[in-house]
């Protein structure tokens, strides 16, 4: 550098996440049938272009104009209008355009058409200011309705959740909490009365998500269902055909820690017509539907955000001189960076596991150990990602330096948003007692056990041999803890029921890493790396 003229340090820049993520693209040339891969490969190559493109310019705008609640119009009109951002709209249409939600649906590659989805998702998240969030409630509208709806209300609305032209897609939200609990939803006041032979709804959501959207799903007690008025799940549309709001009153929108381009709204229903969707009083059973794909959702989104942190701080360490080296030559940084890699590429072999599960079971083609691992890993792959999201982003972050903790980089927004991943849709603490629920229900952990077993048994190399050693002990140790633990008081099983979680997240992953070790696709060191982290926490 001549003397006298100034340093500025170049900043990180973004390859295409599809074409740069070694994991995931050798992930899918090993599982994927070759057809399927050739198939979407260019769609997934475009959407990474876009990724790493015009999207980030839309994100930006995004975060930088939050929406804003416009309670009245100028001569004093109630209108509760939600104006949004340029860049938020755009995401929207890139979404619709690119079937982030109309994938798993179209079922153009039978059961691997969840798993396109997936990774279409994957690409598009990081880059969305969280504009996947209306989609995740939205793919989770379509299942609920897709399964449990009427003829007349999924001929109504499944083209429109499922359409790929922006003049035509609708968004769906779940509303379902209330003042007096967003996990408990026990305490649910909104009432659904029948007037004139339809249900009208009457009530306060205390968190509405992307409340732009048209349709909604939300929980109310049902004056029909029996004389105690327990919840089902109403369908309603948010504005009549003039675009007037339904006797739907905003009151505000949240000041969130993050999620900052997404509107999340406090509103009132004063008589909203609603449609009622599955069975009578079977509320919480019938939404779960609804909650089983945004926990899907929420996993990916984890994911996707520890790789774009990874990948941002692994081309900063190429770029960053300190101490008289590049970062990537200082050992220790390295190693840094090796660690939050082999925690991603765990947790990526989790959710496409995941998605190859749900997609067996969206078309038919899962078998019954198939439909209970998925019923188990979905609270287990949502609890234990959305936790690893958060400390990937801290790490990605300090990667920077300073830097990391300055707004305008755009980092520090990637930490606000990964923070929201372990609260909403169920926090770790009732993810993990759904787990615990689960177990009993399906009387033990066979399911796990049987499948961990069948992945070990064709290790036979001797450097995963040892490793096949450490993982049958941690499922013998998980096994037996929750042996004594069911014969001890029930506040022993439920005080443990998160080092359970956790313990069996890190003990299937690990069997998912060994299966992937042992057919060549994931280097035997990334397996070494996480098994160097304790498996169970019992
Ligand atoms: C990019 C990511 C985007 C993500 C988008 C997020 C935006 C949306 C923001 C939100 O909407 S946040 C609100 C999310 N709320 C939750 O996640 C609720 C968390 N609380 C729970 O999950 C509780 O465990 C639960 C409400 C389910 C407990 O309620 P209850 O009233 O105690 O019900 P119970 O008795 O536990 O379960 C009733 C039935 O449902 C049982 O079946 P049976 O009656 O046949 O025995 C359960 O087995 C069944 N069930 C519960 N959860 C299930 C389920 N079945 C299948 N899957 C599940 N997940």
Known sequence: ????????????????????????????????PAEVLRDIEPGLERLGERAAGDMLAMAADAEA????????????????????????????????????VATAYERRHGPWSRLHQLVRLYLYNPSSALCSCPLAMTDGAARVIELHAERDLKERLLPHLLSRDPGTFWTSGQWMTERSGGSDVSGTATLALLEHGRYRLYGTKWFTSATTCE???????????????????????????QGNLNNIFVHRLKDKLGTKALPTAE??????????????????????????????????????FMRRGIALADDYAHRRQAFGKLLI?????????????????????????????????????????????????TPLAKLYTGKQAIAVASEALECFGGQGYIEDTGLPSLLRDCQVLSIWEGTTNVLSLDVLRVIEQAGGLEPVTGDITRR???????????????????????????????????????????????????????ALLAEAAHSGYVGSDILQRWCRQPLTLL
Not at 77 to 99: K, N, P, S
Not at 332 to 348: C, I, K, N, P, V
């Open 1 to 32: 550098m001549d003397p006298g003229q100034e340093f500025f340090q170049a900043p990180p820049a973004l390859g295409n996440p599809y074409r740069d993520d070694a994991v995931l693209r050798a992930w899918l040339k090993a599982r994927l």
């Open 65 to 100: 104009h939050p929406p804003r609640h416009v309670p009245y119009d100028p001569w004093g009109r109630r209108v509760d209008r939600i104006e949004t951002a340029w860049g938020w709209q755009a995401l929207h249409r890139v979404a619709v355009e690119e079937g982030i």
């Open 215 to 241: 349709v909604a799903v939300t929980l109310a007690r049902d004056e029909a269902a029996d004389a105690d008025g327990k919840l089902s799940v109403f369908c309603l549309e948010l504005r009549d055909a």
């Open 267 to 304: 509103l009132t229903l004063k008589g909203t017509p609603a449609v009622r969707i599955g069975e009578p009083g079977r509320g919480v059973k019938t939404i779960a539907t609804v909650l089983n794909i945004t926990r899907f959702y929420n996993s990916v989104a984890a994911v996707s």
């Open 329 to 377: 030559e200082h050992p220790l940084h390295r190693e840094t960076l090796a660690d939050m890699q082999a925690e991603f590429t765990g947790a990526l072999h989790l959710v496409l596991h995941l998605g190859v599960l749900l997609g067996r079971e969206e078309t038919g083609a899962a078998g019954e150990n198939d439909k209970a691992l998925l019923r188990l890993l």
């Open 456 to 510: 070990l048994e064709i290790l036979l190399r001797p450097e995963l041999a040892v490793l096949r050693v450490s993982i049958q002990r941690a499922m013998k140790d998980i096994t037996a803890w929750l042996q004594t633990a069911q014969k001890s008081h029930r506040e022993i099983l439920e005080s443990g029921a998160r080092r359970f979680a956790f313990s069996l997240a890190r003990t299937y992953t690990a």
